[in-house]
């Protein structure tokens, strides 16, 4: 496994201990395949790849019932436009505003904080009298590698 991974599944485990919440294998079985995938994924998705790899027997209320802990822990963002989830890079911050930048040819998601957002928008609310709980800023558009190959010339071999 990739130290990254390891380290990164090391933290939460710690956090989890000390807010005393129960880690549970099928809740780390989908955190260590969603630290593996490089973007974010449908529930669908991770239960076929959980099926794959260590329960075979896994059904969609045991994606759920962990995707719902780990959201719940911060540890996971739940990408509204595509209904996917994605690892959060900041779960050791305890709480963070951020933005998602969904490429729409090649699916990656890049997470984002975005600090003097969460002041802007609360100032927005407050002028219209709107009492803000929560944002999600997702933004759509083309990462820097599809556009590369949108402008490469098309060559013939």
């Keep these: ?5 390891q ?3 090391t933290q939460i485990k710690k956090l989890c201990e000390q807010r005393c919440v129960r880690l549970t294998p099928q809740r780390l079985a989908v955190l260590r395949l969603m630290s593996q995938y490089n973007g974010a994924i449908s529930a669908y998705d991770l239960l076929h790849l959980l099926r794959q790899s260590s329960l075979p027997h896994a059904k ?6 962990a995707l719902n802990f780990l959201l719940a822990q911060g540890f996971i963002h739940r990408i ?4 996917s989830f994605m690892l959060c890079r900041y779960f050791f911050e ?5 933005a998602f930048f969904i ?3 090649c699916k ?9 957002i969460e002041e802007i928008l609360q100032n927005m609310a407050k002028i219209t009298g709107f009492t803000m709980f929560n944002n999600i800023i997702e ?17 013939k071999p």
């Design 1 to 5: 496994m990739n130290t990254n991974i």
């Design 7 to 9: 380290k990164i599944l």
């Design 60 to 65: 969609p209320s045991t994606i759920y019932r």
């Design 80 to 83: 509204e436009s595509t209904n």
């Design 94 to 98: 305890l709480s963070h505003n951020f």
């Design 103 to 105: 490429c729409k040819s």
């Design 108 to 116: 990656q998601v890049t997470e984002q904080t975005t600090k003097g």
């Design 139 to 155: 933004a759509h558009g083309l990462c820097p590698k599809c556009i590369n190959l949108k402008l490469r010339p098309h060559f």
